[in-house]
């Protein structure tokens, strides 16, 4: 059985990204790509190294034809997104690699991305997409919400210990290094070589990040009360990966049992042995996500870091993976490929 999928917004990373997985799928064919401004183009003209793949033209999403289509994968900014996918077929199963369905309350929303939300209906509809965690509903869902790559990470390294009440819930610290690839590929002054190579810097301090509303979210979901992580991103001059620092309040060794014991039958959530840490370059252009424990040298106290690919695990290879558990597929399916190093 092959399965026909669209990627909407193909001419931008994550879209490309899940051309590059899709192509090594064995049960789903690309059947449809969108771009904006890049319609009309051939992926080979837009995305060089996808050269040798037999790909459909780069159309408009209104020439895209939705009929025999089981899965579209949204790759559009949040907000363009709500907008398309309130007018796609109502019976097609959808991936929104975006912000827009995220969030469960649109004041939470409209907090966070301001704007009020326009479609409120399939935001109640929407799951959560972060499998190792919804597995269940993600299966039985049309709408599928990716999670963001910062949100991700985070959320693989502390969920677990959240759950089982091993860490002070008010004493958490996260400092995140994304790779530039996390802010797209439309053209910013800031994302110049020239600008960011040879530097590094911290953006959306005191807690400005939207994300956080992705933490506040689910975390204070899981203890049953509000929590709240103070949270600092930096921007580093890498193209892919993302490695989250977190700082607790609880014993290391406890810590890490909860992990290994919480990941044990995860294939993609790999936990290193106490007292190792992981780097972005070992995850790079994988599926995985590495997490590591270190305890600090006062007692009581432990760094959790996890590490994974923004473009794969933190968005496209974890829409697949949600994706193949909509189609009713086996999870792993095209997506155990090994990390690329160095
Ligand atoms: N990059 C990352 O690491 C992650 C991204 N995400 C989310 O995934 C989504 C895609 O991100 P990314 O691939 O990085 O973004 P890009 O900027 O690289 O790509 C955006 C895509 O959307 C298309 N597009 C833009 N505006 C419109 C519009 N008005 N109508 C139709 N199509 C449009 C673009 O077409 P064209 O280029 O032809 O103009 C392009 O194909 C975003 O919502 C992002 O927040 C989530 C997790 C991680
Ligand atoms: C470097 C950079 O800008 N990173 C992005 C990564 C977020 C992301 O891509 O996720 P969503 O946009 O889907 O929420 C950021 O911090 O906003």
Redo the contacts with the bound molecule.
Sequence with gaps: MTYKIAI????????AELVRLIAGHPHIEIAAL??????GQSMAQVFPHLRHLDLPV?TT?DDVDFEGIDLAFC????K??QE?ISKLPKTLKIVD???DFRLRDPEVYQKWYGNAHSAVELQKEAVYGLAEFYRDEIARARLVA?T??NAATGQFALRPLIAAGVIDLDEIIMDLACAV??????LKENLLHAELSEGAHAYAVGGTHRHLGEFDQEFSAIAGRSVEVQFTPHLIPANRGILATNYVKGDAQTIHDVLVKAYTDEPFIVVLPFGEHPSIRHIRGSNFCHVGVVADRRDGRAIVIAALD??TK??SGQALQNANLMLGLPETEGLMMAPLFP
Excluded: D, E, W
């Excluded at 909407?8 to 879209?15: D, I, M, R, V």
């Excluded at 969108?34 to 319609?39: F, P, W």
């Design positions: 909407l917004g193909a001419s931008g990373y994550t879209g969108s771009g904006n401004s890049k319609a780069l999403i790759a559009l900014p949040h363009t997104s398309v690699l975006s912000a990716g963001g790559c690839s996390g802010a797209g590929r439309s923004n473009l933190g968005s």
